[in-house]
Nanobody, 114 residues
């Protein structure tokens, strides 16, 4: 299974970005999908999570600003990011859990700066 993330870039504070992550290969059943991020010199942290029942969870730092959604037919997960702040700057990674196996995308850089 390969994951390809896209949609990162440079945006001004208050702006928006939409990340996408598409899975390809031998996919059986995608149980859960999530987005993590890692800022320089910081540990990777969970940003948003969505399970097979479309229940979602968010970190407190992004609640109300970010929205995760999934399209199981396209094996794709999205992260809509609004009201971006400089502290959102990080490499964003997608995670798919397929039959208990974790698959990570390579990451996409998001930079929030004026």
């Amino acid at each position: 299974v390969q994951l390809q993330a896209s949609g990162g870039g440079l945006v001004q504070p208050g702006g928006s970005l939409r990340l996408s992550c598409a899975a390809s290969g031998s996919i059986y059943t995608i149980d859960d999908m999530a987005w993590f991020r890692q800022a320089p010199e910081k540990q990777r942290e969970l940003v948003a999570f969505i399970n097979g029942s479309s229940s979602t969870k968010y970190s407190d730092s992004v609640k109300g600003r970010f929205a995760i959604s999934g399209d199981n037919a396209k094996n794709t997960v999205y992260l809509q990011m609004n009201s971006l702040k400089p502290e959102d700057t990080a490499v964003y990674y997608c995670l798919f859990i397929d039959s208990g196996v974790h698959y990570w995308g390579k990451g996409t850089q998001v930079t929030v700066s004026s």
